[in-house]
């Protein structure tokens, strides 16, 4: 096994008894990433200099005997969502293609802290508006398992690199699935916290009462400590919880025995496709054999979820994306007047899945409008939380599909947004719930002709600040198993 | 047609509707949402930070001192504080506004209903206030620097704390809505929580104004004047604008619903092009801030911090120390005058004269020299200690003005200047009868004529007692002791 295949657990352990050195494995990776990026496109920056600069850093404290704790010299890369201080920060977006960052992000500030090497800025959809990582300024990325197939989105590039070992572990953001749905497709594991769990500040914001941030990693275990290590108050967010951050890794090997653990009818229709259900249901068995009891549970506002959320989301968005106009900082056309500055700079700023999203936005908060478009679906949000609420008093933590069928190819749903947004289906309700969800593999779907076999992923959906035990009873699954072992041949 | 035509009234026969919309500037050390200083002054753009210039991905997180001066102000205006308030975005695209929207409170504001009851023409009225809201400034942009065809923007000033006070369309009259404005401005600044400098933008104005023809219901289209930043503007303003609404609406046209700008060169209003269109604020509540829940306990707090407040002084004033109404209504004007003023009075208690002494010497010279009220450099014990030597005849009156400039320029006491150029007043009753005496004995013809019933011929005498003293002489004494003399 390469050592760039190592999980952060795994290579902490290394670089604390000396075996390697932090400056070693960033070199490995540095020189994979300039081998494999090219053809997968996951990466928008890479920045060598800052990454061995933090890792002789890292080195320099091992080697004092100064604590170190499990990020240490590990390195990572971060969605080019999250503010870096003097790294380009892009969004994969034309319109900020020149910005960087005078400040750091909370998230950013978090992982130096802990001493982990950043490696650079991985591609996403523009503004994280995407399931495919198809509308990127900045590129597309290949799914590593099958390069015509779509890695899933917004986070396509944090799943890719982490898949094919373009670095240990990534931060993603899920605002309606973005996290989860590109690590089932790439068959690794993402977190979507509970909403307030992580900080938003350093998070370059799409729909502000959905976004989260979150780990995405090839185990449990390493989402734990990424998670340990992001997550807690941050006084500059407003909507951040001020409430104790439990150790996650310490649930971690708690037995789930005697656990309840719901099957929502809602996600196991006709219109999944059957290797997805037959893999879910599969894993529902190994929780039974472990002692867990399975219990059949109803969200009967489910198939309200996906316009709910292109209504709230936009709306957000359209506001939240009204402050790149060209005047302080990014692209700025030149023109004579200001509305030709305003029109141009935007225009030829945002790609088409923005602007769509924009002009929705502005529609369902427009007078007249409010009332029957935002107003309204902020209701029916309450009915689909509700929904998990009640779910919740006769299970534990729900089981259930990431995506109604695995990867897609390239350019299949790119002129269908109807269709390339009901591939959310089953991530959006928890986003509008404010949930927390962890996606893990599952499965893969069967070799075919014009496709290797491609990765099943199931997600457990938890109470509000349940994390912990969500790790726990994905990491009993995962222990039972061996889809996380699995490495994409490149 | 024609009877028609004669029963239109004419120009000044419409009522004016007139509603302000007040923005004033807390006094906060910080911004509303970031650390920054409001500091006003300080060089472009230093005083900025990634969230009031809107940086991708920063939030705002409310300053507690701001609610507290918003709410301390509204419950100064009698207005009622809503336990749960919330922030809310408004949307429109202006280089001043880098988020793109204003944080401000649109369907849920931090207070409702109040009231300022104002003095014009000689009437009372009551003003009504609709509400009060936070919100944020924006920055400010030049445009005469450097080249033509550019803008400059200084953000400096975007995030500083704002409440926007909506008054009740209640005024008829240019006159009401300056007098409200004013007493407005006095109540904040009494408060602490304006400073209430307006030229340097810290209190601004929007007037809403349209005529109503008089019995009718209905009301006329309104325009609105936008950034009126002083009284005389705010009076010209209006003035103008009545005129211009009833002159289109005599000639049987319609007022068009605009947006103006005052002209104070030349003297008129105008429409802000680029502002015609209505605009759709498509305001929504910010999701990146919670409500704000306000406790009645920490209200009370609040109150009890609230001062004597002009009227209420101004009353004291009047009953307690008997001050006419118009003296009392000059000096609680501005607080810090009432204070200087009662601050005279404990040292020396003789409110009537030192108020004589404020309203007239005092608040003159510091017109005249352009010093505010917080930078009097003569201490109110000094005035007082002045005046008290007027009553105990150390001094003469004159003599006390001579050396009052003095005092002012250079902050001395006045015991000390009296002593030192020797002007302690000649009340020795011997030494003027000497004098008298010399002075009658020179001057035996005004004697004759004061004798023969030129009385006026005694007041050329004092003059002569006081030119011999070289005006130490106590002039009342003087005045008796001739009396005495030349009968």
């Known amino acids: 096994m390469e050592v760039t295949d190592l999980t952060v657990a795994q290579l902490s352990e290394k670089l604390v008894k000396r075996e390697l050195s932090s400056e070693e494995i960033t070199r490995q990776f540095l020189n994979r990433i300039e081998r494999l990026n090219p053809k997968l496109g996951a990466y928008i920056t890479v920045c060598p200099d800052v990454a061995l600069e933090m890792a002789k850093t890292a080195d320099l404290r091992m080697a004092k005997g100064d604590r170190v704790g499990p990020l240490t010299g590990v390195p990572i ?35 130096k802290n802990a001493g982990a090497v950043l490696l650079g800025k991985l591609n996403m959809d523009e503004f994280a508006m995407g399931s495919s990582n198809e509308f990127s300024a900045f590129g597309t990325v290949k799914n590593p398992w099958a390069v015509g197939h779509v890695p899933g989105g917004s986070s396509g590039g944090s799943a890719c690199a982490v898949a094919a070992s373009l670095c240990i572990a990534s931060l ?17 594991v993402g977190m979507k916290p509970t909403y307030g ?110 316009p709910t959320y292109y209504i709230i989301a936009p709306a957000e968005a359209s506001a939240n994306l009204a402050r790149y106009d060209g005047i302080r900082y990014g692209h700025r056309s030149k023109q004579k007047d200001l509305v ?151 | 047609m024609r009877s028609q035509e004669a029963e239109k009234p004419r120009g000044n026969e419409y009522e004016p509707v007139i509603g302000l919309e007040v923005h004033a500037q807390l006094a906060t050390n910080t911004k509303l949402f970031c650390a920054c200083p409001t500091r006003f002054g300080d060089a472009p753009n230093t005083n900025i930070c990634p969230v009031c210039t809107g940086q991708p991905g920063t939030l705002p997180v409310l300053n507690k001192m701001a609610v507290e001066m918003a709410i301390k102000a509204a419950l100064a205006l009698r207005g009622k504080i809503q336990e749960k308030s919330s922030f809310a975005r408004k949307n429109y695209f202006y280089p001043d506004l880098p988020k793109g929207y204003q944080i401000s409170q649109y369907e849920f504001p ?79 600044v009494y408060t602490d929580v304006c400073e209430g400098n307006m030229q340097e933008g810290k209190l601004r104005c929007d007037a809403n104004i349209s005529l109503k023809i008089p019995g009718s219901k209905k009301l006329g289209t309104r325009t609105e004047i936008k950034n009126l930043n002083s009284f005389k503007f705010l009076e010209q303003a209006l003035i103008y604008e009545i005129q211009r609404q009833a002159k289109v609406l005599d000639n049987g046209g319609t007022v068009l619903q605009e947006t103006l700008l005052w002209n104070e060169l030349q003297g008129i209003t105008f429409s802000m092009r680029s502002k015609e269109e209505a605009h759709d604020y498509r305001y929504f509540p910010d999701p990146d801030l919670l409500p704000l829940v306000v406790e009645s306990g920490w209200v009370g707090e609040i109150e009890k911090t609230i001062p004597e407040l002009p009227d209420a002084k101004a009353s004291r004033f009047m009953n307690q120390h008997g001050l006419p109404s118009y003296d009392a209504k000059v000096l609680t004007a501005e607080r810090g005058l009432a204070d200087y003023y009662e601050e005279c009075v404990s040292h020396h208690a003789n409110p009537k004269k030192i108020a004589n002494w404020i309203l ?40 006390a003005k001579s050396i009052f400039l003095e005092m002012l320029d250079t902050g001395k006491d006045p015991e000390a200047l009296i002593s030192e150029k020797g002007l302690t007043q000649i009340g020795d009753e011997a030494e003027i009868e000497k004098i008298v005496a010399k002075i009658i004995a020179n001057q035996p013809e005004n004697v004759k004529r004061y004798k023969s019933g030129k009385t006026n011929v005694l007041g050329h005498f004092v003059g002569e007692v006081m030119k011999a003293t070289g005006g130490k002489a106590n002039p009342k004494l003087a005045n008796e002791i001739l009396r005495k003399k030349l009968q």
């Open chain 2, 110 to 188: 931090l207070s409702m209903g109040g009231f300022l009851d104002i003095e014009a023409e000689d009437k009372t009225k009551r003003i009504s206030i609709q509400r009060i809201h936070l919100e944020e400034d924006a920055g400010k942009l030049l445009h005469d620097r450097g080249g033509i065809e550019v803008s400059h923007i200084d953000f400096n000033r975007c995030g500083v704390p704002l409440i926007e006070i909506v008054s009740g369309p209640d005024f008829s009259s240019a006159k009401e809505a300056v007098a409200y404005f004013k007493k407005l401005r006095s109540t904040l």
């Open chain 2, 360 to 399: 007239t010497e005092l608040l003159c010279e510091l017109k005249e020299r352009g010093i505010a009220v917080s930078q009097i450099s003569m201490p109110p014990r000094h005035l007082a200690t002045l005046v008290a030597s007027i009553d105990e005849g150390v001094i003469s009156g004159t003599m």
């Open chain 1, 77 to 111: 890369a971060l969605k080019d969502i999250f503010i870096t201080k003097g790294v380009l920060t892009t969004c994969a977006s034309n319109i900020l293609k020149n910005y960087v960052p005078p400040f750091d992000g909370t998230h950013s500030l978090r992982l």
């Open chain 1, 172 to 188: 993603g953001t899920d605002t309606g699935g973005s996290i989860r749905y590109p690590a089932s497709h790439c068959g690794i």
């Open chain 1, 340 to 490: 030709s500055l305003y029109r141009k700079s935007r225009t030829e700023g945002f790609g088409p899945e923005v602007t769509l999203r924009i002009i929705l936005g502005t529609f369902v908060l427009s007078s007249g409008y409010y009332d029957a478009y935002y107003l309204r679906a902020q209701k029916v949000r309450t009915l689909i939380k509700n929904d998990f609420l009640q779910a919740f008093e006769k299970c534990d933590a729900l089981l259930a599909p990431v995506a109604p069928e695995p990867a897609f190819k390239l350019g299949e749903r790119i002129d269908d947004p109807i269709k390339m947004y009901l591939s959310d289906i089953f991530t959006i309700p928890v986003n509008l719930a404010g949930l927390p969800a962890l996606a893990l593999p599952c499965g893969f779907s069967g070799e075919r002709r014009g496709h290797p076999p491609l990765p099943i992923g199931m997600q457990l959906i938890g109470r509000p600040l349940s994390e912990g035990t969500l790790f726990q009873i994905g990491y009993a699954y995962e222990q039972e198993t061996k889809w996380h072992l699995k490495r994409p041949s490149l």
């Open chain 1, 197 to 306: 769990r992580v900080t938003r500040y350093g998070m370059v914001a799409f729909a502000s009462s959905l976004d989260q941030a979150g780990p995405m990693t090839k185990t449990v275990r390493d989402c734990a400590i990424l998670l340990n290590t992001i997550a807690g108050f941050d006084p500059n967010d407003s909507t951040s919880l001020n409430l104790p951050v439990p150790n996650y890794t310490g649930f971690l090997g708690k037995k789930v025995c005697g656990l309840k653990l719901g099957l929502p009818k809602e996600y196991f229709v006709e219109g999944v496709n059957p290797e997805v259900s037959k893999a879910v249901i599969e894993a529902s068995k190994v929780y039974e054999s472990l002692g867990a009891k399975l219990v059949h549970v109803t969200l009967p506002h489910t198939r309200y979820a996906v």
